[in-house]
């Protein structure tokens, strides 16, 4: 009998992360002769966490991600609203149908609802992205890895690091049982967003005008993207971003595709000069946020990207473009370590400073995030797991 597992989206990243597994679960093998697809089949459920078509249904039409068996329309609300509506909606899918198990990604509010929507029901839950820690508990993430980690039947760590932070917290030899009276296990899976990364970067340029429609050339322009909360809802953090943007833009082009949360809190939060500036500053190109293709082909032809961002961190250092991190800690520490990125916060003089280090620099990308098949590794471990 396939086993049935419920796959849980709802932020943009998550929608990318799930394309890798469900690309994987329709397409390879378990064995010679057997297909993933015999033996397992996959039901995804929406939050509505993200509801925009440019951060949702493009990118699940753009990754050939399946249309979601449902969506449950949760939408914008504080961490408690948000979080309690999607566990029990979340819930409610549970109980109507028979789940051998619940996959999730990442670190959103979507993610710690359905891992404990599912934790409750005794249905294993399968981290993808476990052991990711900033160890900085102001962040609502932080709390997200933590309390999704915990409750989860198999962690799938992207890198040694994130295996580390699991073994320093007890999970990865805790004597704890589930309720189908299996361990925890903790497998070092590598990271899903590098194999949608190389998978479909063979691709992107084909489909991508991008670069053409903003008239960019080659490693003359700084991709940006910033949508922290903490950088976003604080006017300090968001004027001194902003003003290293515009400083930046004197120099090259900067191309800022502009995440909902910030562009509500541009006009709240920048100072009228600075917004004025920036209406004026037409080497700071602002567009709606981008397409998959379209980010891809940014983030490879840039000369150096500057985000808060942890997933186009990540792709940044996969395309070997470096990054400078807006944020007082990144939980990819791998990136820094090769000298390919350096942490800024939001401190303009340390964003100037990491830009002039980093713009043009020599640099070394060693394979960090595994071989770009992580999705067979983990699907195999899924079904493993569901038939010991
Ligand atoms: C969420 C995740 C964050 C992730 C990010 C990816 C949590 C706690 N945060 O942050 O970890 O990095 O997604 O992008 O889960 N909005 C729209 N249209 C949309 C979605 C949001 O306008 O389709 C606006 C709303 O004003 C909303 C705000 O953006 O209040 C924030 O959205 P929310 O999903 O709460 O958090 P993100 O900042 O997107
Ligand atoms: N992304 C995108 N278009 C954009 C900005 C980001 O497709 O305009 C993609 C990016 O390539 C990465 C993912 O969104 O795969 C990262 O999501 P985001 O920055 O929203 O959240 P985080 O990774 O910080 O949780």
Known sequence: MKKRLLTIIGARPQI?????????????????GVRFSDLLEECIVHTGQHYDDNMSADFIRELGVPDPD??????????????????????????????????????????????????????????????LRSFNM???????RIVCDHLSSILFAPTQTAVDNLRHEGLCDSPAKFADGK?????????????????????????????????????????????????TDDPERLNAIFSALLNIAQ??????????????????NLKPELLNEMNNCKQLMI???????????????????????????????FFETPTVILRPETEWVEIVQAGAGI??????ERILNAYRQLRGKEIHFPPLFGNGHAAQHIL????????K
């Open 138 to 144: 102001s962040m609502p993430e932080e709390l997200n």
């Open 343 to 348: 942490i800024a916060d939001a401190d303009e």
């Open 251 to 268: 120099q090259e082009k900067v191309v800022l595709p502009l995440h909902p949360r910030t562009r509500k809190m541009l006009p709240v």
């Open 16 to 32: 990318i992360k799930a394309a890798a597994l469900s690309r994987s679960l329709r397409n390879d093998s378990y064995s010679e």
């Open 183 to 231: 361990q925890r296990q903790v497998v070092l899976s590598g990271d899903v967003m590098y194999d949608n990364s190389m998978y479909f970067s063979q691709i992107s340029a084909q489909h991508s005008t991008m670069m053409h429609d903003l008239q960019l050339m080659p490693k003359q322009f700084v991709l940006a993207t910033i949508h922290r909360d903490n950088n």
């Open 70 to 131: 449902a969506n449950l329309h949760v939408g914008s609300a504080t961490h408690g609203e948000q979080t309690a509506k999607m566990t029990q909606r979340i819930e409610e899918v549970l109980l109507s149908a028979h789940y051998d198990g619940v996959v999730l990604y990442g670190d959103t509010n979507s993610t710690v609802a359905g891992a404990l929507a599912a934790g409750k029901l005794h249905i294993p839950v399968f981290h993808v992205e476990a052991g």
């Open 380 to 387: 195999k471990c899924i079904i493993d797991y569901l038939n």
């Open 287 to 317: 567009v709606p946020p981008c397409g998959f293709f379209d980010i891809i082909e940014l983030e490879r032809h840039s000369s150096l990207v500057m985000t808060d961002s942890g997933g186009v961190q990540k792709e940044a250092f």
